[in-house]
């Protein structure tokens, strides 16, 4: 999910827990209040269903492909020159010699089907001699794994364009339904709370607050984290390969525009869940607060090497900003 999604349902979810905290005291000055917030989370419900689907990762099958692809590769090779060196000196057949005799660089360069159906015709040739190219040094084995890496790689090449076409149109659904919300904020709530600036000034600039979006720039270069964590949940933060080093600086700012309770950040091991025991000792930063610590200091480790933020408010959803380095 783009970083502008995050922070406007951050924002969006700020609303929603002042919504439900309020609702009351809302309503005695705004009689239309229920309704209209009624439309708004319907809205925000249908982007946060949409924005999870979309947020699928399909990268897995990328590495699953790439893979499948090199054991087929390695495979008709192995099994490819046995038979051909069968064919060559054990029961001389050129035809079928030139039919399973490959070189690395040749299948390096094929396409998904064009290496499948090498990998086939190859596996099909060495069927029947399978229990004769041992002096090839390939066993019946070696055979009977070609065949079984041909029906994995072809599962997996005929499902890339679904799956891509399906996300590609969830994340158009996304930016539609981003975009009503958006409308819906501007034109209609912004609306029917504008004269509350005089009638319930308190009110009006609460609501103000939680309209804000914390949207300073995620673009000034790799280290950069924005991101935003559930009320009363526990994040992972993804760092990649930034973090290899308890010298390593880390910089952490909560950006949440409005008073709750404070963050925790803290290393801990990939297996930690909301709950578990801590085995280091957590930072804590309250909205609006900013610090720069070492890795150590926040208790990493080889074995605690996974980044945490623990949302301590049990209402609103809060931003933070990680830069490291």
């Not at 064009?114 to 004769?132: H, N």
């Amino acid at each position: 999910m783009e970083t502008r999604t995050e922070n406007f349902l951050s924002m969006t979810g700020k609303l929603a827990a002042y919504f439900a905290n309020h609702a009351a005291d809302i309503t005695t000055v705004l009689p239309i209040f229920p309704s209209q917030r009624t439309l708004f989370n319907t809205k925000r419900s249908g982007m946060i269903a949409t924005a999870v689907l979309a947020s699928t990762d399909i990268t897995g099958h990328a590495v699953a492909k790439a893979n499948a692809q090199k054991d087929v590769e390695e495979s008709t090779l192995k099994v490819g020159l046995a038979c051909a060196g069968y064919y060559t000196l054990t029961v001389p057949d050129p035809g079928k010699k030139n039919v399973t005799d490959w070189n690395k660089s040749e299948l390096e360069r094929m396409r998904d089907n064009d290496l499948y159906v090498a990998g086939l015709r190859t596996w099909t040739a060495a069927d029947p001699i399978k229990a004769l190219l041992l002096p090839f040094s390939v066993a019946d084995t070696d055979v009977d794994d070609l065949n079984s890496q041909l029906a994995t790689f072809f599962a997996i090449i005929e499902t890339p364009l679904t799956m891509i076409e399906e996300r590609s149109g969830l994340l158009l659904e996304l930016d539609r339904r981003e975009n009503d919300l958006r409308d819906f904020l501007n034109d209609s709530l912004d609306t029917i709370f504008a004269p509350l600036q005089v009638a319930n000034p308190l009110i009006y600039d609460t609501y103000r607050a939680c309209r804000s979006i914390d949207d300073a720039p995620a673009t000034a270069g790799a280290g950069i984290i924005i991101a935003f964590v559930d009320p009363a949940q526990l994040r992972e933060v993804d760092t990649g390969t930034a973090i290899n080093s308890d010298t390593i600086a880390i910089t952490f700012t909560n950006r949440t525009s409005v008073m709750a309770n404070p963050l925790s950040v803290f290393f801990e091991d990939a297996a930690h869940t909301l709950g578990d025991p801590l085995t280091t000792s957590p930072q804590t930063v309250s909205p609006g607060e900013t610090f720069t610590l070492t890795a150590g200091e926040l208790g990493y480790s080889p074995t605690n090497h996974v980044l945490h933020v623990q949302n301590g408010d049990g209402s609103l959803p809060q931003s933070f900003r990680i830069e490291i380095g």
